[in-house]
């Protein structure tokens, strides 16, 4: 099956599908429960990755229709390689078919993809799979797909601060002038829109090292929901609640 496959396991009512009034424009997903879905199921893990990417497909052509302009997903962190050998070699040739393969679909559906994260230090083909994929891609102008791999936060923020450090050590920067916005300026997201919302599956409620600084303004919402499970319809709830949230700043 494809990404923006026509069937979906859930049948969503296009009036469900209409954009959210007020909701968010940025949305990050921490993607998590695949495991414990396919425990429940008695398969192996592998098969709680396949499944996922089902959610992926669904969540991809769902986000634009609610008016999510930019989506940001946590597809693999930099504490995965930890993971068993056979889990991090099926999830690496789950990213060569589903996100290299598919360049067609994306093209068809407007879909620029983007990528955060170290993920130049990944395999070598994959690398060069990915490279082709951003610039096939590039002029694509619907939504903006960020896809963070072999990604940690504090990895991000650490990078920014050594160039600025360089920067010091140079003699071209005093570090009496630094400001928030020169360190955002060399995160990986830096020329993508503020997030609005980030969202985790499956009933956790934490960060797991995932946009750290970007998150100090966003809305977050939390779902018992596995990543399996999430659909379209889950996606407009939490829009929803977006929407009818009042969003301060920290200025009062």
Do not use: C
Request: net charge neutral; glycine share 8%; hydrophobic share 45%.
């Amino acid at each position: 099956m494809r990404w923006f496959a026509q069937a979906s396991r859930t049948a969503v009512a296009d009036s469900a599908l209409a954009p959210v009034k007020g909701g968010p424009r940025h949305v990050a997903i921490i993607m998590d429960g695949n495991g414990r879905w396919a425990k429940a199921r008695h398969l192996p893990r592998v098969a709680g990755h396949r499944a996922g990417v089902e959610s992926v497909r669904r969540v991809v052509r769902a986000a634009p229709q609610l008016g999510i302009e930019t989506l940001t997903l946590y597809a693999f962190s930099s504490e995965n390689w930890s993971r068993p050998a056979d889990e991090v070699s099926d999830l690496m040739g789950l990213l060569r078919h589903h996100l290299i393969a598919e360049l067609d679909e994306l093209a068809d559906n407007d879909v620029r993809l983007r990528l955060i994260g170290d993920w130049r230090s990944m395999r070598s083909d994959v690398v060069a799979g990915l490279e082709r994929a951003i610039a096939a891609t590039a002029g694509n102008r619907g939504l903006q797909l960020a896809v963070a791999l072999n990604y940690g936060a504090q990895d991000e923020m650490i990078r920014s601060v050594r160039t600025l450090a360089e920067a010091v050590k140079a003699g071209t920067l005093d570090p009496a002038r630094i400001t928030p916005e020169m360190l955002a300026a060399g995160l990986d997201t830096a020329d993508l829109p503020p997030v609005d919302l980030i969202i985790r599956s499956s009933g956790e409620q934490r960060l797991s090292n995932f946009l750290l600084w970007q998150a100090a303004y966003a809305e977050f919402w939390f779902t018992e929901t596995l990543w399996p499970d999430f659909d379209e319809a889950t996606l407009r709830q939490a829009a929803e609640v977006f929407a009818a949230r009042e969003r301060r700043f920290g200025g009062r």
